[in-house]
């Protein structure tokens, strides 16, 4: 079964949350390599969200499961890194 990824307080400098189509990736620790998130806690192979999940029209990324260890990193939607983790 997965775990619910809970991302941190994301200080985007304008509000609580990211702006709309901001961009988070995951990947395997340590690597450029992408790693799959699943929405719901079976991560049922065949069901992974894409890589990177896009935040909605209000800054609200959907329910993200993580099986195993990741790095994830925050973008903005044009461009630029904004958090790691």
């Known amino acids: 079964m997965a775990s619910l990824f809970t991302p941190p307080y994301f200080d985007v400098g304008s509000g609580l949350q990211p702006a709309d189509g901001a ?4 990947y395997v620790v340590g690597s ?5 998130t699943f929405p ?5 192979p065949g069901t992974e969200h894409a890589n990177p999940v896009v935040a909605d029209a209000l800054g609200v990324f959907p329910a993200i499961y993580l ?4 790095d994830w990193v925050l973008d903005y939607k044009t461009g630029g ?3 790691t983790g």
Do not use: E, W
């Open 23 to 26: 961009l988070l990736n995951f």
């Open 32 to 36: 450029g390599t992408r790693k799959n």
């Open 40 to 44: 719901t806690a079976a991560a049922t």
């Open 67 to 70: 099986v195993g260890d990741y």
């Open 81 to 83: 890194q904004v958090r």
